[in-house]
């Protein structure tokens, strides 16, 4: 293969894998669907395959990029899909409670009755992790199972439905001709990468991430670190909430994000964080949440029946994460194909013949 | 008389590693029943070539031959089922499986598909025997201190040799730097296994930074330097002198110097106070003064509780009773952070597990204290992060020069100065060494311990750990002896202070 050293630097760029997969899924749907690029302008507002990919991707894209953050501390946060439906379900509920439903200052309100609820949540999911040390899988399943039956409560197990144009904006609104929902995913993703980036705090989370002990003892107060992402997911999970239910006007408390996480998890895993924590990438991230939805999209548009279309998810989720791994590559495509050299957590550790890498926990002894 | 034919022989053997080019067209060999010594500054490629033979890293260029037969590894378990069996520098074993487990892993005796728990602990057991160790084969690995795991390592590297465990199957042993966190005794225990081995006619490749360990067991050496060979000679017919410039290029006087400096005068006021500070099950409530400028060194045995002295001092573990004192103040030493912001620091024995993130680069974890300290609203500005991380790369000649680098790809020596600059950028007022040398090689060894003094001569206190007696005393004003978990004596280092008196102090168990 011939390899040039310009290629094989772009190879080696963290985010190449990630954006090759979402070009090829791209490419994939172009025999079906022969417009699939092209962009239509009507009534003042952009359509398109493109357009609907990142609308329909945006509640996925908060609540995978608060997921990073999580990852990245060496957690998981299973309790999304349900911070979801509780937010949806207390927004609409507040708001159709109202007798003008279309009132800003109502709209606002309920909004901020839903993140607030949202940021308890996450309150409480650092507060079982970093307070009482327990282990974040199970410390957020609680969450993750009793939070359904929160939103139903406050539903009263009803699918109720709002009737507010304010509250359509965020989810089902365009300005600039643009969803607007894709106007609120750039501004977390830029709060999101400037609160990391700018300050310490990115720094911290992957030392935290990437050696507990080690960050103990150089005096990260971790307990804090931890506490502030929890919260921090649940808050980008709740404003995922709103936007759900702003799409459909509706709060869906056993259906609204349900298996979010799932996917969420995918997608920052696609994106080339590693779920044992340390370092992240945000923008790895949004491109891993496109690669998800491009995939639901594209099961859609060739038509895989409803009855396969798990399973043939499944097997796509299984190859994208084949091709990002170099020693599957290397394997495959012979050494030094694709210029893919080993990745990080290969390279260090001498493979041990019994013991997966996250059995062994490495010690220098030297 | 004639040589007989090599077991293994390697010619133009090449890496690359992004940037960096570890390997460039090094030849080795090694015959049957030798003990061969591999020999080079930190990052000289020691570690490498022993990764590219046994498989860890794939091949660049050059050929592999075994037996006279070509090879080439594309895994270490396949290196292992042709006999080679190897020690990395950076042990993999599972601390909380047991002894025996770890010794077994990977090749546990089987009948019908299922363990055989019984015989799994019971030749676990003889072949600790057999390497006159005494170690409980039954009792969970992390319940060990660092160099008895070492030990482990290496069990389990001469048992994996055949399938009953006997080590018969070794042809090659490789060791990398077994011995940086052994005691003379243990020391000299594995030396008398390897000789033992060598008896039996098994290849040995050692590495180590003690020269005079090299002296004592090695036939043969071969010596790298910046990833190329420069000479390979019978361990008689080179001299210490002639081998530290074979290795780093250049006569080392530095180490002389150090020999007969003068201890500074000027130490001042108290700056610590340990008031009864002990911990159950970690060591006994002692008391300890650490003044200004002043470098104290503790001696002792391993597992004599240095290490839990010094982590108490630093909010590491709780103590359970006594108090702290610094600068006058009481210490809550609830945290870590509380010592802290005293102005304590600490670089840990276990660069691996309690310093460094491996994962982040060379800057990164050099900044990690510094910015932990100011929490994470206030990054410390770049430029001036920049400069801190270029100083210290410099000061202490971090290789490669590199502060992109993830510190997980840096060679052991090298990740142990990066640990030093993270804490050195704090200016902390009082530096806790836990065998701050381990893993270094010979020319840092002395830039290092010359560090340790200017450092105390601004006025820096020092907390200094060394399994070498040589080592402590040539640097501290005090000396505390431990034994048993327990500080036995504090002695005012003079003349009359040698290691055997340290020893004897050790022996006798005087109390102060
Ligand atoms: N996985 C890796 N990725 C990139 N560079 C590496 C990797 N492993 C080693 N290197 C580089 O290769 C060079 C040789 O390293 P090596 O670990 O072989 O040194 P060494 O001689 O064993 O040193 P020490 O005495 O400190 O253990 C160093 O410059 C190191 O930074
Ligand atoms: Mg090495």
Known sequence: MTTTPRWRELTRHHLFWPVAVLVLLLLVNVPFTPDFFSVKMTDGHLYGSLVSIVL????????????????????????????????????????????????????????????????????????????????????????????????????????????????????????????????????????TVALTRRTALGLLVESVGGNAEASRLVGIRSRRIKIMVYVFCALCAGIAGLMISSNTSAADGNNAGLWIELDAILAVVIGGTSLLGGRFSIGGTVVGALVIQTLTTTIYTIGVPTQTNLVFKAAVVIIVCLMQSPKFRAKVFGAGGFGGKRGAKQAEAPADTAATPETVRTMEVS | MAEPLPVLEMTGIVKEFPGVRALSGVDFRLFPGEIHALLGENGAGKSTLIKVLTGVYSLDGGTVTLNGASVRFTSPSGAQQAGISTVYQEVNLCPNLSVAENIFIGREPTRFGRIQWKRLRREAAELVDRLGLDIDVTAPLSSYPLAVQQLVAIVRAVGTGDSDGSGSGTKVLILDEPTSSLDRDEVLELFALMRRLKGEGVAILFVSHFLDQIYEVCDRMTVLRNGTLVG?????????????????????????????HQLHADVGESLLTADGVGRTGGIAPFDLEIKKGEVVGLAGLLGSGRTELARLLFGADQPDSGKVTIGGKQVSMSAPNDAIAAGVAYCSENRRTEGLVPDLTVRENIILALQAARGWVRPVPAAQRDELVAQYIKALDIRPANPEARVGQLSGGNQQKVLLARWLITRPKLLILDEPTRGIDIGAKAEIQKLVVSLSEEGMSVLYIAAELEEVLRLSHTIGVLRDRRLVARLANGPEITPTRILETIASGEHQ
Request: with cysteine; charged share 10%; glycine share 12%.
């Open chain 1, 56 to 191: 329909f991707g945006s509640p996925l894209i908060l609540v995978a990029v608060g997921m990073t953050l999580v990852i990245a501390t060496g957690g998981i946060d299973l309790s999304v899909g349900a911070v979801v439906a509780i937010t949806g379900a207390l927004s609409c509920s507040y708001l159709s409670d109202q007798a003008d439903q279309a009132a800003v200052s109502g709209v606002l309100l309920a909004m901020g009755l839903g993140l607030l609820a949202a940021v308890v949540c996450g309150l409480w999911n650092g507060f079982l992790v970093a307070r009482m040390g327990i282990q974040p899988i199970i410390a957020t399943l609680i969450i993750m199972v009793a939070g359904r039956g929160v939103a139903q409560l406050i539903t009263d197990g009803q699918i109720i439905t709002v009737n507010s144009e304010p509250y359509k904006l965020i989810g089902g609104g365009y300005w600039l001709t643009l969803p607007f929902s894709i106007f609120v995913v750039a501004a977390v993703v830029a709060v």
């Open chain 2, 232 to 260: 390979e000679h019978m361990v008689r017919d080179l001299d210490q002198v002639g081998l530290v410039q074979l290795m780093i290029g250049k006569a080392l006087d530095q180490l002389e110097e150090l020999h007969d």
